[in-house]
């Protein structure tokens, strides 16, 4: 199979924004601008201990140093952007700061409307509830299967959302996200075909597949398999700063690239960070050198391992690709008999020294990454032996909260309006029967507990031990 991006020979390939950024750090000029602490003087001496003095000498914002502009997009930057909507093959990339996040807002305020039908997957992520509650469109759920054994959201099907749109002619875009967090992989192709057949676009948030692109052992990205608009967080896994996110919109597309771009000029900070900016133009740049392509090639290679010696073991159990879907390798969930995903996440961190990606109900999520090296996996394989021999047990009383919203949801009122209906607050104990008023998502995962408009059950309550309060329409 060809590769699907070709790799430069060179390890050190061209990126503008940081090139730009060593020019203005080597040429330094009298500063009389913004950011204010002045190249890192006029802060905390342990924050810039801390930090560094280099770090703060190149943090500063677009309009200076011949540095770019970011709305629109100029100079570096813009050719930055060009060099990543080359390498992901899309026709139009834009770098987001304020995560994924602000991607999914500027795609709902450009793409849909007030009244609009638009089918989302439950468990989106609720920065796509932000956005439809900003535009007014109304989300249609489809409902991805559930993996009960592992208290998780499973794969989101193409028969689903074609009775979606079959039942609904005026559906205006299908929303998928696509891997979950614990890196499920819905089938993109037959939910493209599915779009493309109802002349619907395909939008998917692929906030935690950035990775896809730069290897072949990795699931296709969802540009390659038909979707109009793909949003990446960088960040997450593609080795950029926090915070600094990808949007791409597919070389097929009929989406017109102004209605991305102004909602994004509206959205986005006025004073972007050319650190964050330069991370993703360095991001992009190592993942397609030799250097990246070997790290990648490791954090496979490591999460193969670490994978096989939870097979040895007996009470740790891996969600793995072979159950009738797929998922990415470097993405590893497990869950041990007896134990909570909280109580093996605290035991890990307090007997151990480890740290997770994130812990749910039933277990915890291992993201194998670019920076990872083998040692790290034979530390955590051999502290997971060890949990594996020894009987640990579940602390009941820290456990009756309950994590991953997997509730199937009942909507009175439509999203926008309930959010800007009349509130109160009441005490939980008098909630069930009544409607949220707010979105209850914690993070993560950030899937919703309860959006407004939805009815708060009983089934709710597991989830809101940690509320007293909580807002109702009234
Ligand atoms: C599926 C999904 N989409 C979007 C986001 C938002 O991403 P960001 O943190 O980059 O704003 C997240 C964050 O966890 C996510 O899981």
């Known amino acids: 199979m060809a590769k699907k991006i070709r790799i430069r020979e060179n390890t050190e390939i061209h990126a503008p924004i940081v090139k730009a950024l060593k020019t203005a750090y080597d040429n330094p000029t009298y500063q009389f601008h913004i950011p204010g602490h002045t190249k890192g003087l006029g802060t905390l001496k342990s924050f810039r201990d801390l930090v560094g003095r280099k770090a703060l000498k190149v943090d500063t914002t677009d309009e200076f140093d011949n540095l770019g502009t970011l709305n629109p997009a100029t100079g570096p930057i813009k050719e930055a952007q060009e060099l990543a909507s080359k390498a992901f093959g899309a026709k139009k990339t834009f770098f987001l700061l304020n995560g994924s996040t602000i991607g999914n807002l500027a795609i709902a305020m450009g793409l849909t409307k007030q009244g609009q039908k638009v089918i989302v997957n439950r468990n989106c ?13 109304d989300p249609l759920w489809v409902i991805p299967e559930k993996f009960s054994n592992w208290g998780l959201w499973g794969n989101i099907k ?12 005026d559906v205006s875009a299908v929303w998928i996200t696509n891997p979950t967090y614990e890196g499920v992989v819905s089938d993109v192709k037959s939910i493209a075909n599915v779009c493309r057949k109802y002349n619907v676009p395909l939008i998917v948030d692929e906030a935690h597949g950035c990775l896809w ?56 900070t006025t004073s972007p960070s050319l650190m964050l900016l330069g991370s993703l ?21 490591n999460a193969k391992y670490l994978r096989s010696e939870i097979d040895k073991m007996e009470t740790i159990h891996q969600l793995k690709p072979d159950f009738g879907y797929k998922t990415d390798v470097t993405k590893i969930f ?14 890990l961190e307090i007997d151990f020294g480890i740290e997770v990606e994130s812990a749910s109900d039933e277990g915890i999520l291992i993201l194998s ?27 009941y009383y820290l456990e009756n909260k309950k994590h991953m919203p997997m509730l199937t949801p009942i909507i009175k009122k439509n999203l926008r309006d309930a959010y800007f209906s ?27 507990i309860l959006l407004p408009g939805e009815l708060i059950t009983e089934a709710h309550m597991p989830y809101l031990t940690d509320y007293d309060v909580i807002e109702v329409i009234k």
């Open 334 to 347: 497990i869950k041990a008999d007896g134990l909570s995903g909280k109580r093996l996440e605290s035991i």
């Open 281 to 301: 133009d360095a991001s992009r740049a190592h993942l397609q050198s030799k250097k990246g392509e070997k790290q990648l090639a490791r954090a496979i290679s």
């Open 158 to 169: 193409a028969e689903d959302i074609e009775k979606l749109l079959k039942e609904n002619k």
């Open 125 to 137: 992520h609720r920065s796509i509830l932000t956005g439809l509650i900003i535009s007014g469109a």
């Open 213 to 268: 692109n730069f290897s072949d052992k990795l699931p296709e990205t969802s540009l390659k398999l038909g979707a109009d608009i793909v949003v990446h967080s960088l960040h997450k896994t593609g080795g950029s700063m926090s915070q600094s996110s990808m949007l791409h919109i597919s070389k097929e597309s009929k989406i017109n690239v102004e209605d991305v771009e102004r909602s994004l000029m509206l959205l986005h």
């Open 422 to 448: 009349p509130k109160e607050i009441i005490p939980k104990s008098k909630a069930v029967g009544r409607l949220s008023g707010e979105v209850v998502a914690e993070c993560p995962p950030g899937i919703s």
């Open 369 to 395: 990454n670019l920076g990872n090296k083998r040692s790290d996996f034979e530390y955590l394989a051999q502290c997971l032996h060890k949990i594996d021999k020894h009987d640990y047990k579940d602390i």
